[in-house]
C-alpha cells in the first residue's frame, strides 16, 4: 500500500516512541517491581463469602500487625460505608514498610491515600495486597474512591504516621 | 472560502435525502439532544452540589443525578446521534435506503427509545442508582436492566439493518471499492456488535438474573471484567463516528481532498482490531488479575497510538496540502488558510485540538502503575470530559449544524453560523475551566464520582474546595453553552428551505486504489477473535476456576 515518505518517518518515530515507552514501563514493572496492586502472589485463592470474611483470617483481626523489623502488615476491611479498623487507630512508624490487605464484605470499594502511590479498590470475594513506605510523618486521610452507595462520601478514616 | 465558492458547491452537490431516510435522521438526532439537556441539567445540579454552592431539595440523591447524566449522555445521546449520523452517511453514499432496512432501523430505534425512557423512569425513582457503570453486585430494578437490553437490542437492530444496505450495494457494484464513510460505518458498527457482546452477557447472565432473585451471588470479577471489555471499545465507538467527520467531512468543508481513502480505512481496522482486547488497563488497581496479563492488556492498548497518529498526520496534511494550494506560504502559513468562520469545520477543529491533551492523560491512565496515581480520581473524569464531551461532542455538534437542515431541506444561514460559533467558544472555555480543575485537583488526589464532603474538615481535603468551585463554574459555562445549542437548533428547523450540503470529502484523482484485503471484513472479524481470546482466555479461565462463592446482591442507595 502506498504511503507518504513523510508519514512513513512519522510513524517510524511514533512507533520507536512507544517501544521505549512500553519497556521503560516493563522494566518498572518486572524489574523494580513497581507493581500495581494485586492479589497476594502466593496463596490467596482460599476465597470465603464476603459476609463472612470478617470470621476469616486475616481479616478477623483488621488492625497493624509486625511481621518483621520495620516491616508491617495492615489488615483492612471495607464496609458500606466506613473501614475496619476504625478511625485514630491506625498509627505506623515513621520510614516502615506496610504491606496492605484489603477485601470487602458488601460492594466494590476503593481505598486511596491522597499524596502517596495508595491507591486501590476492594472487591468483595477477593483480596488485595499492595506495598508501600512511608518515609513523612504526619495524619493521612483514607477514603474511598468508587462509588459504593448513598454513604459513599462518608466513607473515610485516617492513618498516623509518627 | 467565499460565500459564492460555498454556494456553488452545495449546488453540484445538491444531494436530498428521501423524506422518509430524512425523517430517521432527524428522529435520531432530536431525540440525541433530548437526552443531552436532561443529562446536562442532571451535571450543571451536580457540578452545584460538589462545589458546596446548592444542596438538593426534596430528597433529590446526588447519586441519582449521576446515574442519569452518566446514562443520558454517555450512553444515550452518543447512541443515537451515532446511528442519525451513520444513517445519514449510508443514506448519501450508497442511497437511499432499502424499505425494509428503513423498517429495521425504525425497529431499532423504538427498541432503543422504549428502552431509554423505561430506564430514565427508573433512576429517577431511585431504582436504579448504580452509575452507567452498574457494578455487580449492586442490584438495580430488574426493570433497569430490561431497559437496558431494549437499547442493546435496538442497537443491534439497527446495525443489521445497516449490514443488509452494505451487502446489497456490494453484491450490486462487484469489484468496487464501496464509499469510505460506509465502509467506516461498517467497521463502527462491527466494534460495537462485538464489544457489546460483553455487556450483554454480564446483564443476560449475571445481574438480571440476580436482580430478579433467581440467583443469590455473583461473580464480581467476571462482571467487571466483562464491563469493561464492553467498556473501553465504548469509547471508540464513540470516536470513529467523529473520525469519520475528521477524514471524509472536513476535508470537503475546507475545500481540499482526502490525503489517503487507504490509510483512512487501514486506520478504522486497526481501531477495531485494538481497542477491544483492553479492558484490563480499567482494572489495573484491582484484585483476581495476574500482574503479567494486567501488562499485557496494557501494551495491547497502546497499539492504538498507531492509528492515532496516522489519523493526526492525515488530518494536518490534508490542511496543509489545502493551504498550500491556496497560496499560503512558511512553515505554518497554511494555518491561516482554514475556515474558521465556518461551524462546520470550526466545532470539529476546537474538538480535534482538544484531543491532543485528552489522549497525553488518556496515555498515563493506561500506562499500568502510573495509573496508580490517578485512578478515580476527577483527573479521570477530567480525561472524558476532554474526550468524549470536547473531541467527540463538539464534532457531533458540527455535524449537527449541517445535519439538521440536510434532513429537513433547509439552508444553513449565516446567522446561525455566528451563533454556532459562539456556542463552540462557550462550550471550550466552560470545559477549559470544568476539566482543568478536575485534572488538577485530581492530581492532589479528590476523588471521582463523590458528593460534597470535607472528609471531616480534613485540611487536605478542605484545600481542594476552590478547585470545586472552578469546576462549578465551568459547569455552569457548559450550561450556557447547551442553552445556546437548544436555541440554535430550534432555529435550525425553522430555518429557509433549501438545499444544505451534506459535505462528503473525495481522494485526488490520481491516487493509488485501495487494496481489496481491506474490505475482507471476515477476516477482521477473525483476528478481532483471535485477540479477544489471546488477552482474555487465561485470566478469565482463572477467575472462575479459583472463584469464591460470589457476593450476594445488595442496594446500598
Known sequence: MHMHRLEKMWLTFGVAMLAVFLIVLGIGVFANGAQPPTTHAHGGHEKPAPELAEETAPFDKPGLHKIGDNEYKLVMVAIAFAYKPLEDKIVIPAGATVHFEVTSTDVVHGLQIPGTNVNMMAVPGETTNFTFTFKKPGEYLVLCNEYCGNGHEMMWTTITVA | ?557
Open chain 2, 1 to 557: 472560502m467565499t460565500d459564492t465558492v460555498l454556494a456553488k458547491q452545495s449546488e453540484a452537490d445538491g444531494h436530498r435525502f428521501a423524506p422518509q431516510d430524512g425523517k430517521l435522521i432527524l428522529a435520531h438526532v432530536l431525540f440525541a439532544f433530548g437526552a443531552l439537556v436532561i443529562g446536562a441539567i442532571a451535571g450543571l445540579l451536580q457540578g452545584l452540589v460538589r462545589g458546596g454552592i446548592v444542596t438538593l431539595p426534596a430528597g433529590i440523591g446526588y447519586y441519582q443525578l449521576l446515574t442519569a447524566h452518566g446514562v443520558l449522555m454517555a450512553l444515550i445521546f452518543t447512541t443515537y446521534f451515532i446511528f442519525g449520523f451513520i444513517w445519514a452517511s449510508i443514506a448519501r453514499t450508497l442511497g437511499d435506503l432499502m424499505p425494509q432496512v428503513r423498517r429495521m432501523a425504525w425497529v431499532g430505534f423504538a427498541l432503543m427509545t422504549i428502552g431509554t425512557l423505561l430506564g430514565t423512569v427508573l433512576i429517577l425513582l431511585n431504582q436504579a442508582t448504580v452509575l452507567y457503570t452498574f457494578y455487580a453486585p449492586m442490584k438495580a430494578s430488574p426493570l433497569f436492566y430490561i431497559a437496558l437490553v431494549h437499547v442493546v437490542a435496538g442497537t443491534w437492530a439497527s446495525a443489521a439493518g445497516l449490514f443488509v444496505q452494505y451487502r446489497y450495494w456490494r453484491r450490486k457494484h462487484p469489484g468496487q471499492t464501496s464509499p469510505l464513510l460506509a465502509f467506516m460505518s461498517v467497521a463502527t458498527m462491527i466494534l460495537w456488535i462485538v464489544a457489546t457482546l460483553g455487556v450483554a452477557a454480564t446483564i443476560l447472565a449475571q445481574l438480571l438474573p440476580l436482580s430478579l432473585g433467581w440467583t443469590e451471588r455473583v461473580n464480581v470479577m467476571v462482571s467487571r471484567t466483562l464491563f469493561w471489555y464492553f467498556g473501553h471499545p465504548l469509547v471508540y465507538f464513540w470516536l470513529l463516528p467523529a473520525y469519520m467527520c475528521w477524514y471524509v467531512v472536513i476535508p470537503k468543508v475546507i475545500g481540499g481532498r482526502i490525503f489517503s481513502d487507504s490509510l483512512a480505512r487501514l486506520s478504522f481496522v486497526l481501531f477495531v482490531l485494538f481497542s477491544i482486547p483492553v479492558g484490563f488497563h480499567h482494572q489495573l488497581m484491582e484484585p483476581g488479575i495476574s500482574p503479567l496479563w494486567k501488562f499485557v492488556q496494557v501494551v495491547l492498548t497502546f497499539m492504538v497510538v498507531i492509528p492515532s497518529l496516522m489519523t493526526a498526520f492525515s488530518l494536518f496534511a490534508t490542511f496543509e496540502l489545502t493551504g498550500r494550494e491556496r497560496g499560503r506560504r512558511g512553515l505554518f502559513g497554511w494555518l491561516k488558510a482554514m475556515p474558521y468562520k465556518d461551524v462546520r469545520f470550526f466545532a470539529p477543529f476546537m474538538g480535534m485540538l482538544i484531543f491532543i491533551p485528552a489522549g497525553a492523560g488518556g496515555i498515563v491512565n493506561a500506562s499500568n502503575q502510573m495509573n496508580g496515581v490517578v485512578h478515580n480520581t476527577l483527573w479521570v473524569t477530567g480525561h472524558f470530559h476532554l474526550t468524549v464531551a470536547s473531541g467527540v461532542a463538539l464534532t457531533f455538534f458540527g455535524i449537527a449544524y449541517w445535519l439538521i437542515p440536510a434532513a429537513t431541506g433547509r439552508k444553513l444561514t449565516p446567522k446561525l453560523h455566528r451563533l454556532g460559533i459562539v456556542q463552540t467558544w462557550v462550550w471550550a472555555v466552560g470545559m477549559l475551566f470544568m476539566s482543568g480543575a478536575m485534572h488538577s485537583v485530581g492530581l492532589l488526589g479528590s476523588p471521582r464520582r463523590t458528593a460534597y464532603t470535607t472528609y471531616g474538615d480534613n485540611a487536605e481535603a478542605v484545600g481542594w474546595m476552590p478547585y470545586h468551585v472552578v469546576m462549578a463554574v465551568g459547569g455552569t459555562i457548559l450550561f450556557v453553552s447547551v442553552v445556546l445549542l437548544v436555541i440554535n437548533i430550534v432555529l435550525l428547523l425553522r430555518a429557509p428551505r433549501g438545499v444544505e450540503e451534506f459535505p462528503l470529502g473525495e481522494t485526488a484523482p490520481d491516487s493509488p486504489a485501495v487494496p481489496v484485503w481491506l474490505e475482507r471484513w471476515g477476516l477482521w472479524v477473525g483476528i478481532v477473535i483471535v485477540l479477544v481470546l489471546f488477552a482474555y482466555t487465561v485470566p478469565f479461565a482463572d477467575m472462575i476456576q479459583h472463584a469464591g462463592p460470589g457476593a450476594k446482591g445488595v442496594v446500598t442507595w
